[in-house]
């Protein structure tokens, strides 16, 4: 199976910031990697899909990178509303076998 | 618009089994994988299984295999999780969740159904 980890597993940061958040597969998924967010109490949102195709309705200050083992997800410019957990997936095993990184929690220094 | 729309919160005792219903609206039902993912309190997103709505075929995790069942009623839109012999550690949200084509990203989530596993 395909393991993913992700990194860090949380992070403070304050409104205006830039983070970067990175995502490492244990073994080649091409571009098939895709990243949500998810803020307490809710459902998971598609933020990213295909590495660094930009979901639509997401802020453009949401941006994607990445192929093979290593991937990177950035954020431009914090919003108040950013702070949420983050967490990739691979979608490349066949038959499918989706996974997802444990998860980074991004909170307000 | 496109909603997954999921059945209500359960509370059921160790060894019993619970099945959880996810009634798809605003696409044609048997475009798209539906797939279910689980998530326990305070942590990380556990993929299940994923069933093709046209043909009924599955897929299952390898921790899930042999304990769940995922089946749908194309007549009504509706695709369905059954796991059996719960045990506290199945306590969780489920949530049913579509994946669109292409690079398979699940673009819309179902709002989550809380299934409580209590003696």
């Known amino acids: 199976d395909i393991q993913m980890t992700q990194s860090p597993s949380s992070l403070s940061a304050s409104v205006g910031d830039r983070v970067t958040i990175t995502c490492r597969a244990s073994?080649?998924?091409?571009?098939?990697l895709n990243w949500y967010q998810q803020r307490p109490g809710k459902a998971p949102r598609l933020l990213i899909y295909?590495?660094?195709s930009l979901q639509s309705g997401v802020p453009s200050r949401f941006s994607g990178s990445g192929s093979g083992t290593d991937f990177t997800l950035t954020i431009s410019s914090l919003q108040p509303e950013d702070f949420a957990t983050y967490f990739c997936q691979q979608s490349y095993s066949t038959p499918f076998m989706y996974t997802f990184g444990q998860g980074t929690k991004l909170e307000i220094k | 618009q496109v909603q997954l729309v999921q059945s209500g919160a359960e509370v059921k005792k160790p060894g019993a089994s619970v099945k959880v219903s996810c009634m798809a609206s605003?696409?044609?039902?048997?475009?798209?994988?539906i797939n279910w993912v689980r998530q326990a309190t305070g942590q990380g997103l556990e993929w299940m299984g994923w069933?093709?709505?046209?043909?009924?075929?599955?897929g299952y995790a390898q921790k899930f295999q042999g304990r769940v069942t995922m089946t749908r009623n194309t007549s009504i839109s509706t695709a369905y999780m059954e796991l059996s012999s719960l045990r506290s550690d199945d306590t969780a949200v489920y949530y049913c969740?579509?994946?669109?084509?292409?690079?398979?990203?699940?673009?819309?989530w179902g709002q989550g159904t809380l299934v409580t596993v209590s003696s």
């Open positions: 605003g696409y044609t039902f048997t475009t798209y994988d």
């Open positions: 969740t579509r994946a669109s084509s292409g690079y398979n990203p699940f673009d819309y």
């Open positions: 069933m093709n709505p046209n043909s009924g075929n599955t």
């Open positions: 073994q080649s998924i091409s571009s098939y």
């Open positions: 295909a590495a660094s």
